[in-house]
């Protein structure tokens, strides 16, 4: 079959932010735009010519026509074998689990993640390597040099490929294979949990659960794993069916977007356990009756109960957190002898810790957590963790969690979200802190003494690459911080994200309201950052 050759011109912009290159549908549909980056792709990874790649994404409106895009482009370019999910869909999860054991050269996959979907709203495109994990800094960055000089792109003249049919077809001389998008997955999560223990729970007759799908990419994954391999009861998954709009929601499992969920979980018949994940499933969120976990506390308690499941049950060999995540993990990895590493915000940072074998576990306070089963965050394998862990300890969440508070103390914790900003403001505004921070050290806020202030530089310790610029740290004496960054995932504006943590030794004060708690340091973070006067806000428009 004859390789067509299109000519193009660059677009600009197309830089990949924390995770991959996120954008309104809209700007996706521009002629040769989508073309334009996922030639760049094959361009700058030679590897792939002759190789395997995996494609899918999350379902969201676009992802079937952009399939047929990438396939055309991956077969023109020699690429020999593409394995794709049923129906076009992947969580990212599944799709890291799917390089890794099919020893692919790498995947693409297309998400905004909890970016709304729909024709007015968001999409993305992501690649990530033979490890399975998002692409590195030194990777996306050559991406987008290419994006700025390509002048051409490969494709073919070539119907649709029928997305639907599993099995194998040819386009070209490329082979496609249509799989299966859940079994590989659900295998792996059946070889780490313990799946009869898990059972068990969901039989004994005082044990309600739910998982909130969302309509996002999640719903098969839950359905086969909850329901079908573990015996929950039908109807244990809410929103289990894939929407291309996600039901008009933002699919991100936060207490401001579940809220269906969560209502669940109030009063005293509530369900002993409530989970939801995101558009792409790589997000968890975990609730109790009457009790939410925060994902930094999840990771921290994780790490201290890992020992008692089948995957870890030798233990783990190291934690990471990125920077603004609380410091809670740092004290059950102090308490187990074992490394804790701050990256820079985004997951593509835990990938050499992870290759090396310096980390089993790693997590953001952004819903993610993780472990070396793969190589990005994991929603069920999230959620899974915590049901062994319920089933093996025969305690509630709210009994885990105050016991691990009791154990290690609280690390309160609050993010506060201005959505929307105007971009200059938001960069005026972070410019203002970075001048500050030569006086900050000693200084007196509030009754907080400031012991460290500085824009977040990373060295990985694997490959020595340098990371600047990652997020403003205030570290106060009493072991409270402050951390500001603007959001690399938007599509519009600019979103500040002021992360609030301070630590709490005693178990009499461990119940009182987040909010409440963090009150003081919250007018501090406003204060110091000029807020108000500078974006004009003054309150966060999403609290997590
Ligand atoms: C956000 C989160 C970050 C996460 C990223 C991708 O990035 O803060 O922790 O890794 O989303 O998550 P930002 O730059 O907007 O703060 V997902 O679920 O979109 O793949
Ligand atoms: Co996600």
Redesign the pocket.
Known sequence: METIRIATTPFEGQRP???GLRKKVKVFQQPGYLENFVQSILDTLPELRGGSLVVGGDGRYFNREAIQVILRLAAANGVRRLIVGRGGLFS?PAVSCVIRKYKTQGGIVL?????PGGPDEDFGIKFNSANGGPAPESVTDAIFARTKTIDRYLTLDTPPVDLDQPGVCTLGETEIEIIDPVRDYADLMEALFDFDAIHHLFNSGHFQMRFDAMHAITGPYAIEILENRLGAAPGTVMNGVPLEDFGGGHPDPNLAHAQELVALTHGSDGLDFGAAS???G??NMILGRNCFVTPSDSLAILAANAHLLPGYRQGIRGIAR?M?TSQAANRVADFLGIECFETP???KFFGNLLDAGRITLCG?????TGSDHVRE?DGLWAVLFWLNLLAVRQQSVAEILTDHWRRFGRNFYTRHDYEGVDLEAAEGLVDHLRRLLPDLPGRQLGAETVSYADDFAYTDPIDGSVSERQGIRIGFASGARIVY??????TSGA?L?VYLEYFEPNPALHQRDTQDAMRPLVLIARELAQIETRTGRTEPDVVT
Do not use: V
């Open positions: 932010g924390t995770s990212t998400s905004a993640s909890h970016n995101d558009g792409d790589d997000r990125s603004p915000t985004g997951w953001e306070e952004s819903f993610g965050k960054r603007l959001s690399g995932t938007g979103t994200r």
